[in-house]
């Protein structure tokens, strides 16, 4: 029986040598050439890059055989290259599109296929549903040629990526004041692609750069899955203490996500760093433009927005919403809870080596180690307080909506509800300003509980009232 193969956020994502396998990612690949076809772009370029797991060379390989035996043309990076580099070759190339061999933050036992526009970004939704249509049910409609006569033809040109990305943030980050200011920088790249970027771009001052867990190594010793999130970042929270470290920076794994630890050890959430970012464009470079957020992250953006004058737009969950938006707006930046953040300027794609420069930037133009600048940012929009939950469930997804639907709660965590957006799940404004999440996984049977509030006190009790809403 064929695998049916569904697009995700970003794309296709499984577990290796049980669906994601060469045939299916040929038919993967087959999919995005026909629907790159059928949209104008025969005889075009396309980028194709890969990460650190198992086997990913070969897959992008795969991919590169599949779009040159259907009359495109085929850049393959020349080594495992983060995902922002991939995405902004697109456009330093004047390419189609791109195809991006990642499972990202995934557990070791899967790989990915991610897909990219001309703009080096997400694939709007209905994009994704298209290409989808387009996949053959097996091998038979797949057509290849060869990497050699690929190569030989001119349609296959290997090129190495880093020269442009590199160019590209010297434009975005003055890098001489922070090699310059003496700072001790823990990086952990997560065994993934970010490895050697901030040494490279950081060399030759008195700043010292240190990396942990930055060789090749698709099994992730010392964390359950590449995410920079807790637990997986125990490891080099600790480092920072050992290492006396002003700053800890943390790349997922195929660095488009990027996570903070500050100069105790203690872990920055993505909701914080996200409202940090926003402060930073706003206050510390002057810049003004739309935010763009999905509904799941910080509602301290909102507040900044109205502290400098800048519209905010909100999106559902994934970049598949946030990078046409940013597109449509002319954003200053989007980004989602899970870490993922973009700029105006560059492409409208995650870049977690980009937002740990500006983190790194914020603190040398400010003179501020990472708490205080939490509190410099809280001293404008208060302490907000975040944290989430997983659960997974059994029964019918439908009847368990209907029970949110008509749970119609007067409080939540003692706190008063206001009022309910049903824009991607079920999103309970509370008195505070605060909100509670819950939205079902598209990929598996889960339920996430979210909740960001300014009562620290609260954000269990809210957690908990929203499992009983969902029934659990």
């Not at 939540?412 to 049903?422: A, D, E, N, P, Q």
């Not at 505070?432 to 954000?459: A, C, M």
Request: aromatic share 8%; with cysteine.
């Amino acid at each position: 029986m064929t695998d049916q193969i569904k697009f995700g956020t970003d794309g296709w994502r499984g577990r290796i040598a049980e669906n994601y396998t060469f045939a299916n990612v040929r038919r993967c690949a087959q999919g995005f050439a026909q629907y790159l076809l059928d949209n104008g772009h025969a005889d075009e370029w396309i980028v194709v890059g890969y990460d650190k797991r198992f086997h990913s060379e070969n897959f992008a390989a795969a991919v590169a055989e599949v779009l040159t035996g259907n009359g495109l043309r085929v850049y393959l990076t020349d080594g495992p290259t983060p995902t922002p580099a991939i995405s902004y070759s697109v456009v330093a190339k004047g390419a189609a599109g791109a195809v991006n061999i990642t499972a990202s933050h995934n557990p070791p036992t899967d790989n990915g296929f991610k897909v990219r526009d001309e703009h080096g970004g997400a694939i709007a939704p209905d994009g994704l549903k298209e290409i989808e249509a387009r996949i053959p049910d097996d091998q038979t409609g797949v057509r290849r040629m060869s990497r050699e006569e690929a190569e030989r033809q001119g349609r296959l040109v290997v090129f190495d990526p880093t020269p442009d990305y590199t160019r590209q943030l010297h434009s975005l980050v003055d890098m001489q004041p922070i090699k310059d200011a003496g700072l001790k920088i823990l990086v952990d790249p997560m065994w993934g692609n970010g490895a050697g970027w901030l040494p490279r771009l950081l060399q030759g001052g008195s700043t010292e750069v240190i990396e942990i867990h930055n060789v090749r190594n698709p099994i992730f010793p010392e964390m359950k899955r590449p995410e920079p999130i807790p637990p997986n970042v125990d490891a080099g929270l600790a480092k920072t203490v050992e290492a006396g470290a002003d700053v800890l920076i943390i790349f997922d794994g195929d660095a488009d996500r990027v996570g903070v630890g500050d100069e105790h050890g203690h872990f920055i959430d993505q909701l914080r760093v996200y409202a940090l970012l926003g402060y930073y464009l706003l206050e510390v470079r002057g810049q003004r433009g739309p935010i763009v957020k999905t509904i799941s992250t910080t509602k301290m953006l909102n507040k900044l927005a109205e502290l400098y004058d800048v519209p905010v737009y909100e999106t559902g969950v994934g970049f598949k919403y946030i990078a046409p938006k940013m597109l449509e707006v002319d954003a200053m930046i989007g980004g989602e809870e899970s870490g993922g953040y973009a700029f105006h300027g560059h492409v409208p794609e995650r870049d977690g080596i980009l937002a740990g420069l500006y983190m790194l930037d914020m603190m040398v133009k400010l003179g501020k180690k990472p708490d205080e600048l939490l509190q410099e940012l809280f001293s404008k929009v208060g302490a907000h307080y975040y944290d989430r939950i997983d659960t997974r469930f059994t029964g019918d997804r439908a009847a368990r909506e209907a029970l949110i639907r008509q749970a119609n709660p007067a409080t939540i965590g003692g706190l008063k509800v206001t009022g309910l957006s049903t824009l991607d799940g079920y999103q309970f404004y509370l008195e505070d300003g605060g909100w509670l999440l819950i939205r079902f996984s598209g990929t598996e049977p889960l339920i996430r509980v979210y909740t960001e509030t300014t009562h620290q006190d609260k954000v269990q009790a809210i957690l908990q009232d929203g499992l009983r809403i969902a029934g659990l």
